[in-house]
């Protein structure tokens, strides 16, 4: 199905969870925070918030600033 | 020494060091690793951007920094209005798991300085949600008095625009803060050397925030403990008590026993 991802159309999985989505893209859930359609979805939720389609995410992580 | 039992206190968390860094700019990882263990810094800034989708092959900054050594300050660095803020800041607490903040809400690209007006919006509301907020403002003691009176852990003045290493442009405005608001005064942006640094212990402020000072150094690490053993001195001197200024001479070997 059709999301916007950080910004970028993505298909991914159908009726992915969010964990699912992480782990399809490896990315460890410990250190990103992920956003859809701007609500903060906790860490704790992970596994049960279905994506769907046109879901706009966004999955973000620290870099190197002042 | 004095400084030992001299600790920065910021919403009720004691720091023994009072400079911050950031860990912008740095050439690699393991070049800013170094310059954080040299600073003697206990609380370092970081950014939250976008993970890279396409490209997971980058290492993660996380993977290289000690947390058990460090408090993470996150910044809402590139946000120009309330709401950006505010979604960054709820962002950094998700991934990070600290309600600490460094508050920017900038007004224009050239200079980078605050939007004040937007950040007084945006501090309202995150302290409402229970950050500790840590607001890059003005050097204008009226704003730090507002952000104060909505609760802000500390305020952090600007010395300079960031990354101009123009030092402590108004040392005066600076003074008049420190004179007149009770939480923890941090200078943040414009530091350029290590007598910057030092100029800003001296006035009595209670830390330093740099980041390009370091990383754009020629040499990052001798700058970062350049920049450890300022903070010091200007702190020592500071607590010392320096002598008047004065217009004239006062010799400082007697004038009796003179040969002539």
């Known amino acids: 199905m059709q999301v916007i991802l950080n910004g970028d159309p993505a298909d991914i999985k159908e009726n992915s969870t969010v964990a699912e989505l992480l782990e399809q893209l490896k990315i460890g859930r410990e250190r990103v925070a992920v956003e859809v359609n701007l609500e903060i979805v906790p860490k704790s939720a992970y596994d049960l918030h279905t994506l769907a389609t046109e879901d706009r995410i966004e999955i973000v992580h620290f870099v190197g600033g002042g | ?260």
């Open chain 2, 1 to 260: 020494m004095a400084l030992e039992n001299d600790k920065l206190i910021i919403a009720g968390r004691e720091f023994s060091s009072r400079l911050m860094v950031g860990t912008g700019k740095y050439a690699d990882f393991q070049q800013m690793v170094r310059a954080l263990e040299i600073s003697g810094a206990e609380i370092i800034t970081v950014a939250v951007r976008r993970v890279n989708i396409s490209d997971r092959s980058k290492e993660s900054l996380l993977d290289h920094i000690d947390l058990k050594k460090y408090t993470l300050l996150p910044n809402t660095a590139g946000c120009y209005t309330a709401d950006d803020a505010v979604r960054t800041c709820r962002l950094a607490r998700e991934a990070g798991l600290s309600d600490f903040v460094k508050l920017e809400v900038l007004g224009d690209e050239k200079t980078l300085f605050p939007d004040n007006e937007e950040l007084l919006k945006a501090a309202k509301i995150l302290i409402k949600e229970g950050f500790t907020v840590l607001p890059y403002c003005s050097d204008d003691v009226t704003v730090c008095r507002k952000l104060e009176d909505l609760g802000c852990a500390a305020v952090m003045p600007l010395g300079a625009p960031i990354g101009s290493g123009l030092g402590i442009r108004n040392p005066y405005n600076i003074k008049i803060i420190l004179e007149n608001i009770k939480v923890p005064v941090i200078v943040d942006a414009g530091v350029g050397c290590a007598s910057d640094a030092a100029i800003a212990m001296e006035l009595g402020c209670h830390g330093v925030l740099m980041n390009t000072a370091i990383a754009g150094a020629q040499d990052p690490i001798a700058m970062a403990e350049a920049m450890k053993l300022a903070v010091i001195a200007g702190r020592l001197s500071y607590q010392a008590g320096r002598i008047p200024r004065k217009l004239y001479a006062n010799a400082s070997s007697p004038i009796e026993g003179l040969l002539a």
